[in-house]
């Protein structure tokens, strides 16, 4: 079985394309990991290429900006290109249907009810995604970029 869950920080806005009636949200996921080195542990940030198709997508879209904590669940893929130089290398992405902010970035506006957008009009009451979002992490120390 290939099957992946990935939780981390995004490097920047995912990038955005649309096939059809189908959108893609492109992003790079940062995830940290812990390594010993003699007798001091070090944090490092390992990066991540991400595809994510439909209606996530469409949601990573609207709410997932720079710094905001992702989780994404899917596959591991493998592809081989040939690089500018003429050398071969083999390129490790991973391909999700599932995908969901944790906690938004520290900067990042409340979002704001569709019928209400075209108003320029500002949030009231949370909307249903807000009552199980985990809370916003004012440390932002650990941020790898």
């Known amino acids: 079985m290939n099957r992946i869950c990935l939780v981390g920080r995004l490097g920047a ?6 096939i059809g009636e189908t959108t893609i949200a492109e992003l790079r996921l940062a995830t940290n990991r812990r390594l010993k080195e003699g007798t001091e542990w070090k944090t490092v940030a390992d990066w991540h290429s991400v595809t994510v198709f439909g209606k996530p997508a469409e949601w990573l879209a609207e709410r997932g900006h720079k710094g905001a904590i992702v989780e994404v669940v899917g596959e591991l893929t493998y592809r081989t290109y040939t690089a500018k130089d003429g050398q071969e290398r083999t390129a490790v992405e991973v391909k999700s249907n599932e995908a969901s902010v944790l ?3 520290a900067n990042a506006a409340p979002p704001v009810p569709e019928q209400d957008r075209a108003l320029g009009a500002q949030r009231t009451a949370p909307n249903r995604h807000e009552t199980r979002r ?12």
């Open 134 to 145: 985990a809370p916003v992490w004012e440390d932002t120390d650990d941020i790898p970029f």
């Open 103 to 105: 906690a938004p970035s």
């Open 13 to 18: 806005d995912p990038t955005i394309k649309r």
